[in-house]
């Protein structure tokens, strides 16, 4: 089961017990859900009107200590535990008396805040490591120390791990070298008061931010469209001109082409193509027959003679 769905089964359990409770009876339900490990909100049962009805009764102090776990840390607690010490007192005195008077108020308000008990004191401390995620994802040890009233690393680590990311609450990594938590996740807190004021606020940025951004954006895709459509009307000119120029080379090349045919169409001008062929054949043959002649003629005239010269051969060589 996940934390948010136990967060919500936790929360709709104590808002049932306190919406039955009236007065003092609601202590060992507030008792209770500040010491419950699976308890991180408390804004709902703040909400129940039973519980609202203890302002400024002998039973506030409950209240009070539903607000500090809904919306406090530690060192705030310690604060208004320690109520008005010799160092207030002599403060109050170099101050005018309107802020007297809201330092009293507020000094009486942390004296009704009662002594915790060790699982009370263990969530507080949870839920300061979640205060001080909200707005740092890095959070240094000697920062943690000093929130969580721990005096040595070995303590630190021991209890970022064992009670805040075990139980779900906190996801990140421990740098010993940097000596910092790398905070990746951090379940959330109950809104303090004017906290949604200023989450409007943000968030209203945000949305004025946004606005501009989609002008941006679409101003942006008008430009895109207008040099689309300027590129599509240089690339049409471009293309049209390459057809002009192809049909003005086959023109010219048509032209020079019959020009051609004229020049040797004409009377006594070059020989057609047949004719032309047929020459060299006719041309072999000829010197053929003449080159035949030749060495008949000359086969003839050696024959005379060696048949001339056989006889007298013989007659000297056979005389009567």
């Known amino acids: 089961m996940d934390i948010e769905q136990k967060q919500a089964e936790m929360i709709d359990h104590f808002v049932k017990q306190a ?27 703040l909400a129940v009107p039973s519980v609202a009805e203890l302002e400024r009764t002998e039973s506030a102090t409950l209240l009070d200590t539903l607000r500090l776990f809904a ?12 109520g008005t010490s010799m160092e207030q007192k002599t403060l109050v005195c170099f101050l005018s008396f309107a802020v007297v008077v809201k330092f009293c108020l507020w ?6 805040l009662p002594q915790l008990v060790p699982d009370q004191i263990l969530k507080l401390k949870q839920l300061t490591v979640l205060t001080l995620a909200e707005s740092n994802k890095v959070l240094p040890y000697d920062k943690l120390m000093q929130e969580l009233d721990v005096t040595n690393v070995r303590e630190l680590e021991d209890f970022l791990i064992n009670e805040c990311m075990y139980s779900g609450i906190v996801r990140g990594k421990l740098d ?14 109950d809104l303090r008061p004017g906290q949604l004021g200023n ?9 004025t931010t946004s606005d ?11 430009w895109a469209d207008t040099m689309s459509e300027a ?17 003005s080379l086959s023109l010219k090349a048509d032209a020079d082409f019959r020009g051609h045919e004229e020049m ?54 056979f005389p009567a």
């Open 19 to 45: 919406s039955s409770l009236k007065g003092s009876a609601i202590a060992p339900l507030v008792l209770e859900a500040t010491s419950n490990p699976s308890l991180f909100a408390f804004s709902e049962i």
């Open 71 to 82: 919306h406090g840390t530690w060192s705030d607690y310690k604060g208004k535990h320690l």
């Open 107 to 112: 000094t009486g308000n942390m004296a009704r």
């Open 176 to 189: 010993q070298l940097r000596r910092c938590l790398e905070v990746q996740f951090a379940a959330g807190r």
């Open 199 to 207: 989450m409007l606020h943000t968030l209203s940025d945000w949305l």
């Open 212 to 222: 501009n951004l989609l002008v941006s954006i679409q101003e942006k895709i008008k």
């Open 231 to 247: 590129d599509k009307k240089h690339r049409k000119d471009v293309e049209d001109r390459v057809e002009e120029v192809k049909k």
């Open 264 to 317: 040797y169409s004409e009377t006594g001008g070059v020989m057609d193509y047949e004719e032309d062929r047929s020459r060299p054949k006719r041309y072999f043959i000829s010197n053929l027959h003449e080159a035949a002649s030749h060495i008949l003629k000359k086969i003839t005239v050696d024959w005379t003679w060696f048949t001339a010269k056989l006889l007298e051969f013989l007659l000297m060589a």
